[in-house]
Structures are given as C-alpha cells and as structure tokens.
DNA sequence: CTGAGAAAAGTTACCGGTAACATCCATTGC
DNA sequence: GCAATGGATGTTACCGGTAACTTTTCTCAG
C-alpha cells in the first residue's frame, strides 16, 4: 500500500522503500531485538537517509502514553528552580522521558491553566511548585490520575508525591540563630508574598513568640523581589524601626540588595544589624561580608523527584506521602 | 455508535449525551458560530459537567497543525531569557498558541536533540538563542520547513526570522566608552565562552585595535558566570596585569562579581579601575557604583519574535531577514 | 406555495502510529 | 517424519480527533 509522496516522511515511506509493513519498521526501531539484524539494519538505515522524523502525536495517541511529564516553575529567572530542573533531568536520565517546562508567573490561575493544557498534551506526570492549588486545578488532576508531585514544600494532605523541605521550620531556625547571636529586634522583610514565603514568616513569627520578642517588625509587598526592592525596603524598615539589630530577607535577592543598602547608608553588618537570606545561592558569598542564608537541597529534591516519579510510573502503587529534604543554616558573616 | 465508559471523557461520550454527533460536539467547541445557540449551549454543558478534556495528540494529528511553538533557551536562571519569553507569550497574547520551553544548557547538541523532540512533537515554529547550530540542526530544520526564529545575535544568512542585536557593535561601543573616559588599559573578563561572548570580544578587539591599543588582556573560561567566579577572575587579571586600568565583563553577574572583589581589596572604582557589565539587569542598579552596562531590549526582542512569528503563521511568505533592535550604553558609575 | 440558497448537522475517511492477535517458517525433540 | 515450539513478520482494528463533502432543515424572495 504505497502512499503519496508529499509532507513528511512517515514509517510508511520507510517500510515501502525497504519492503516490509510499517509495523516492522514500528519494531525495528521501537524494539530493535524483535527484529531479525539485517532488516533491523536495512530499516535504520532506510529512517537515516529518509530523516525520518516520528510522530508523537500519532504515537501518543496510538499507545495511550507520552513519555513526557511537565514541570511547572513558577519563575524562569530563579535559580532555585532551574537547580530542580536540573535535578530531575539527570534523575531522569535515559529513561527516555522528555521534560516539559511550563511558567507559571506564581499565578494560581496560570497553574490551572498549564495543568489543562498538559493534560491535553497528555503528560504521563505533572510536577507542581508548592502545596497550594485551585479547587479546579485539584479536581484536574484527580480526573487525571496521573502521578503528581507537589514540592518545595510540605503538607500534611500531599496529592500524590510530596518531596521538600519545612519551610516554616527553616524559617524558625533562621530566626533562632538570630536570637543566638543576641539580636533581640529581629525584622521580616519580604517580597513576591507567595505560600513559601508565608510559611517562612511564620516560622519567624512564632521563633520570636517562643523567645518572647516582638513580632510587629515585618514589612512586605506583592512586588517581586530585585535587588533594588531589597535595597529600598530595608531603607523603609530602618526608617520606621531604627531599634532594628537584625533583619531576615526571606530570599537571598531581598538581603543582598539589603546589604548593598547598608553599604550606601555605611552601617556595619552585622555589627550594627544582621542581615540573612533563604536558599543559598551563588550570590550570598560573592557579597562582603557573606550573606546568612538558609541552604536548600535544591538539585537533591530534584533527584529525589525524578526517582519517586520513575518508581510510580513504572508501575509502584500511589502512596501519599511527604519526603522531608531539610535544609542547613549556613552563616556567613552577616549575622 | 454508544462507547465503553472508560477512561477519559471524549467527543463522543458527550455526544452520547447530549444526542447528537462527535463533529457537531467538535464544531461546538471549536465554532462555536458554526452550531445553533440552543444546542451549542447544551454541548458546552455538557462537556463542563462530564470534565472534557481534548486529546491534544488526537486533534494534532488529524488537523496537522498543534498550536504551540518551541522556544529553545540557553539557561533557566538567566533573566535574559526570562525577560524574552515573557515579551514572546504577551506577544503571543490571545493568538492561542502555547509556548513550550526547552533547556539547552548551552550545548549545540542538546540543542539538536531538543529540535528533533519538538519536531516530534510537532510544533508549529522553533525559536533558536542564536545563529550557530549544528550541522544535523539545520538539516532538521530545513526538512521540517516551518518558521524558524534565530534570536539574540545577528546574522548575514538566516534560516528564516533573524530578530536580535549587534553583539560586536555593542562590545565595541562599550570599549569605546571605556576609551572615552580615558581608560588606556582595558581587559576583557568572560565565562562561558558561548558564540554571543565571542562577538562582544570581537567587539571590544576592534575598538581597541581601531585606537591603538592593546588586545592581549583577555582572560576567558568556559566555566558557567557567577559572582564568585567574577571576583576570582578579576583576582587573576589585576595579580598578572597590573596596569589594568579598565576591565570589560561580558555580562552584569560577573561584573557585579568583579566589582565585589574590588571592594574587598578597597579598590576603588571607578578611580582605580573602571568596570562594566552587559545586558542590562537589576543588579547593575544596586551595586554602589551602580554598575556600567549595555542594556540590551530583551522585552522588546521577545514581543517582535511573537509579532513576526504570528505574521509567518498567518501565512505571510518566509522571506529571510535580520532585525536590528539596537542596545543602549548605560554609564552607571563605574566608568 | 415553491425553489434557491444558506445554515445546521451528519457521513466518511483519514491523520500516523501501536496493540493484539494471526500467520509463516525454521528448529528441535522424540 | 511430524507435532510442538518459538522467533520473525503480517493483518486488522483502533486511538480521538478533524477535513471535506453530503444531506437535511430552515428562510425567504418571487
């Protein structure tokens, strides 16, 4: 059944010009070992010369599965979350599944969206930043049931998988090392108010309340964070609060432009306040002195991801459950 | 033609429902102009209350055409990037197409590789960080024979849409800046020696050559660009050169880098030495002096891709051309 | 009231693969 | 010498949509 010769090249094309059907040319490069080595060889070379190109769609559609799973990141330009990439991808490996990036912006709505549009494209699984979701997105991905990984986070009702750290804990054990170091007038200072950084002010808030400081000092916008940002909102809070000894930027974007702020206004850190961040990346000992910071095991969540994914797409029961990376305080010198 | 009740919600099941046939559904859904009022609404409902979600894959392949484009980037931290894509999907606005990402770690074959995927997938334009590709890339391309965007750089032969900047025009215009200001000595710091690297340093070589002076201090690695590494290579120039008067960093991360190293050994800046950055992001307004730099229109490159992109996918003929959008020299303070 | 033409809905075939089952043929054991 | 076995290949149907064409229904001019 020879075919028309226009458009692209098909297994058709393939499996005329060699002599057999389609589905051998199917098996031939599918499952090279069900194929007798010399028309194996035929076929290969027969697709090299025809630069065939296969057709996922009519393959996925044909089989039901995709050998894809989307990835959401909320923003492109984090570091935090091109390291989880990262992570995935080499956990992922050559299981010959291809990882597809959608951006999300830190919109809810934006998230919804990307799910249905995944779906559509029929992803074998989703990874999702966060715990938090619309009621549709949840009612999506129920319908789905495909596997889902929720991280960055920890919640007691996870979907599916759950791989992150306590973002509150890492919040409160920031704050303590503050108290530590004898800060008795500890600040909040935060941009982008999305649910990890919430999460992290009440860890803040109730390391205070267990040490029997005041919570009032916390300033924060919806804006996302720059340098700048962290530069001006450090001014606004030493305005308001001169009693100021310490100030926890809840990443490590806001601290550093808190820092350079310092340097501008010539204050000493941290001899006359400490400054520290959250995630621990390159910039933190790039700056003088070295940024305070809460390390996050970004590339290991990453990994630990691709590996809970691989076990539930091969086949392992769902089983909710959180995995808790933890995280590390690193010093510095800004405290 | 009733189905089994399996798996997810099809065309047909709400067919069955609502009393009519799979194309009229589809039409609904689709043209919605195309079906009486009364009926479309009934359809509308019906696929909301079953939770219909299309089969990407399905209407790919019989229609041939999958709305989504590909969108190829270097690195995911990189706001460079971050910025384009952003001005692409506003540009892309309601034109329903979906961008899909992918992340080439600025590798040429991982480059290539994710052309085939995407091929795969069937997308209905690639858009490319760059004019260099390999060989087995551009065979690709040519046989897929859809819109192609090359972006970021300039080139005299490009595949289809060329939208970017003059990268050894803005090298050279920032050495010349650097010479105006009295500079004499004027090295050249970069990391990561990708193609657009290699023509600001062609950039800055000519200037140089062009007033007479010295090319030889150059130092360069392939290593990714971090503030650590801005510091420590700065380090290395000043120890082996010390008449250093000016230093040229081929992006803001290592100049911000190079500019933390100075302070740390009180070097001022710009009397001792003179520093400047490329492209343009915050933080070459943070710093204390904010830093020199070329600003490069990122947005702006992304909404023009999207516009010439949507013009080529309406129809309008490939005609191979190179658009200049230009860069702007910001002195900042450190010159 | 009739017929032309448009609008609405249906029929059929097909997109390019893959699953499942069927067939063919060469070995092998007895 | 022949059935049993299993590897190599083929046949058929189907995945879930859409294009193109056809039929039916509605509208309205004459």
């Not at 059907?21 to 499952?31: F, G, H, P």
């Not at 934006?110 to 949840?138: C, K, M, N, S, W």
């Not at 808190?258 to 700056?287: H, K, M, W």
Request: hydrophobic share 40%; proline share 5%.
């Amino acid at each position: 059944m020879p075919r028309r010769s226009s458009g692209r090249v098909t297994l058709q094309d393939i499996a005329d010009r060699v002599g057999v059907t389609k589905i051998t040319v199917s098996r031939a490069l599918r499952e090279p070992q069900r194929v007798s080595a010399p028309l194996r060889e035929r076929i290969e070379s027969a697709a090299k010369t025809l630069g065939y190109i296969p057709n996922h769609s009519a393959g996925a559609l044909a089989s039901g599965r995709s050998h894809s799973v989307a990835l959401l990141i909320p923003s492109l330009s984090n570091a935090v979350f091109s390291e989880i990439q990262r992570g995935i991808e080499d956990g992922l490996g050559a299981s010959g599944y291809q990882v597809l990036i959608g951006h999300t912006g830190y919109s809810f709505l934006e998230e919804e969206r990307l799910i249905d549009t995944y779906l559509r494209f029929g992803v074998d699984a989703l990874i999702l930043p966060g715990t938090r979701h619309t009621e549709h997105a949840r009612h999506l991905l129920r319908c789905a049931d495909i596997p889902v990984v929720e991280t960055l986070e920890l919640t007691d009702t996870p979907i599916d998988i759950n791989v992150g750290l306590d973002q509150t804990a890492a919040g409160a054990a920031m704050t303590q090392a503050f108290i530590d170091q004898g800060r008795r007038c500890i600040g909040f200072l935060a941009a982008r108010m999305d649910h990890r950084t919430q999460l992290r002010m009440a860890g803040w808030e109730s390391a205070l309340r267990a040490a029997g400081l005041s919570t009032e000092h916390c300033l924060t916008t919806a804006h996302p964070s720059t340098y700048r940002l962290g530069g001006e909102m450090l001014a606004s809070m030493l305005d308001r609060w001169p009693t100021l000894d310490g100030i926890f930027c809840n990443n490590d974007d806001l601290a550093a432009g808190a820092l350079f702020e310092c340097q501008r206004r010539r204050l000493e850190v941290p001899q006359a306040l400490s400054l520290a961040g959250f995630n621990g990346l390159d910039i933190v000992e790039a700056t003088t002195p070295p940024l305070a910071t809460v390390v996050t095991p970004r590339r290991r969540i990453g990994e630990t991801i691709a590996d809970r994914l691989l076990a539930r797409l091969g086949g392992a029961p769902r089983q909710p459950a959180s995995e808790n990376l933890g995280f590390e305080i690193q010093l510095g010198g800004s405290l």
